[in-house]
């Protein structure tokens, strides 16, 4: 995480152990990859501080930009998202969890309605990029996810408190947009302003963005831990053209796709961290020694996750009965 909007009004309540809430969204599309769960490990993060958590499933926004029917978007939140989140240990059957469909969620719509009256074209233009030939669907789904943010502060959910949005920094507009509109609400809703924080994305196999549509990029939790391991040994490192000139020059691992993975999901202990960081800078390391060793211990994640899937689609399942 490298920034934030107001996440100072979260401290005092994290630590006085005081109401807050945590809101995160998914659009049901694509196949979830490994750079996801860092916005799963947040959440797991805020949770266990004593946040309550809201999760919607963008079925109006799949609708909207993907064609994707609210049958089949609720298909693949169950099996590819809910089932995922899951299994890499958020507990979405706790009572201060709400799962819910956007297509499904009344206040959430009627919230939507309200906002929009709020808006006028020039602002989704200015803020989205749309024009006179964007479809009205398109141009309504940034407001439900407006909505989205607001919601746990409705009434049904508890009334006003402080709510902070985990994001990718290309989000700050919208969360400006939606701070904007809870100030236009107050006096109705007592609403206050969402905080939010800027993570950072997961490099590439490549070297580029990690892309869900982009299978070398990416690996995907529905891989196998075979199919895993091969893609961590064929990523890029930040290793040096011949052993000799590694040996003396050391490497790279600030411009490492390994030690990225290593920091972000495969070694928790941070003196461990430091040590592989400083043996690749001092040239003790050698690139395909420290590959073998981030395959194997990407393949034994990839293990446990596929034994936590099986056991987590019937949950995801039940959350909707
Ligand atoms: S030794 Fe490891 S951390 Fe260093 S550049 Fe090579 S793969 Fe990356």
Redesign the pocket.
């Known amino acids: 995480i490298f920034g934030h909007r107001d996440f100072d009004k979260l401290v005092p309540l994290i630590n006085g152990k005081k109401d807050f809430g945590v809101m995160t969204g998914m659009m049901p599309s694509g196949q979830m990859h490994i750079g996801h769960k860092m916005v799963i490990d947040q959440l797991k993060w805020y949770f266990e501080k004593g946040a309550s958590l809201s999760l919607s499933i963008a079925d109006m926004e799949s609708y909207a930009a993907r064609g994707i029917s609210f049958e089949k978007a609720k298909e693949i939140a169950i099996n590819e998202y809910l089932a995922n989140y899951i299994a890499l240990g958020l507990d979405l059957t706790a009572d201060n969890v709400n799962v819910y469909l956007q297509s499904q969620n009344k206040t959430l719509n009627d919230l939507t309605f309200k906002i929009a009256k709020r808006v006028n074209f020039n602002n989704m233009q200015a803020i989205y990029g749309f024009n006179a030939s964007t479809n009205i669907a398109h141009l309504y789904v940034p407001l439900v996810q407006v909505a989205d943010i607001l919601l746990p502060q409705t009434e049904e959910f508890g009334g006003p408190k402080q709510v902070v949005v985990p994001v990718g920094v290309d989000q700050d507009p919208h969360l400006r947009l939606t701070r904007d509109i809870a100030a236009k609400l107050n006096e109705e809703y007592g609403f206050l302003a969402p905080a939010s924080t800027y993570h950072r994305f997961l490099t590439g196999l490549t070297g580029d963005k990690m892309s869900s549509s982009k299978p070398n990029t990416a690996i995907y939790l529905n891989e196998t831990p075979k199919q895993a391991e091969k893609k961590v040994k064929s990523?890029k490192?930040?290793?040096?053209e011949t052993l000799d000139e590694?040996k003396e020059l050391?490497?790279?691992?600030d411009?490492?796709?390994?030690?990225e993975m290593?920091v972000y999901h495969l070694v928790d202990d941070d003196k461990e961290l430091e040590k592989?960081?400083e043996?690749?800078?001092n040239g003790e390391?050698?690139?395909?020694?420290?590959?073998v060793?981030?395959a194997e211990l990407m393949k034994d994640f990839f293990e446990d996750l596929k034994v936590k899937q099986e056991e987590s689609v019937e949950i995801a399942e039940s959350l909707f009965d």
């Open positions: 990523s490192t930040g290793g040096r590694q050391g490497g790279r691992p411009e490492c796709v390994i030690y290593l592989i960081r043996e690749c800078k390391l050698m690139c395909g020694h420290c590959k060793h981030a």
